[in-house]
């Protein structure tokens, strides 16, 4: 499968961004679906991650702020981001597997196929 993340931007604190992440070559219905992002100077970190079944899981640091959805449809799945602060600063990547399972949703080493990233830049 494919991915092409896309939807980033330059954004003032407090705004709202949504981002997109678009499957092609197989079917995404059965994929787990995770946004991480990696700022500057620092490791790449889980963002959410949504199941198949729909369940989701967010960071802490973006929960009640952050929104992953799917449309299985259009093989897309979402992140909507509201309340934007400076430290959400990154390239946003998302990335899917068919093999995640519970224990390791939150490690960029589960996922095997990611998206080129999308860079969301939160001004002050």
């Known amino acids: 499968v494919q991915l092409q993340a896309f939807g980033g931007g330059l954004v003032q604190a407090g705004d709202y961004l949504k981002l997109s992440c678009a499957a092609s070559?197989?079917?995404?219905?059965?994929?787990?679906v995770g946004w991480f992002r990696q700022a500057p100077g620092k490791e790449r970190e889980f963002v959410a991650a949504?199941?198949?079944?729909?369940?989701?899981f967010y960071a802490n640091s973006v929960k009640g702020r952050f929104t992953i959805s799917r449309d299985n449809v259009l093989n897309t799945v979402y992140l909507q981001m509201s309340s934007l602060k400076p430290e959400d600063t990154a390239v946003y990547y998302c990335?899917?597997?068919?093999?995640?399972?519970?224990?390791?949703?939150?490690?960029?080493?589960?996922?095997?196929?990611w998206g080129q990233g999308t860079l969301v830049t939160v001004s002050s």
């Open positions: 949504i199941r198949r079944t729909g369940h989701t």
């Open positions: 070559g197989r079917p995404f219905s059965t994929y787990t």
């Open positions: 990335a899917a597997d068919e093999g995640v399972i519970l224990s390791t949703i939150r490690l960029s080493s589960a996922y095997d196929y």
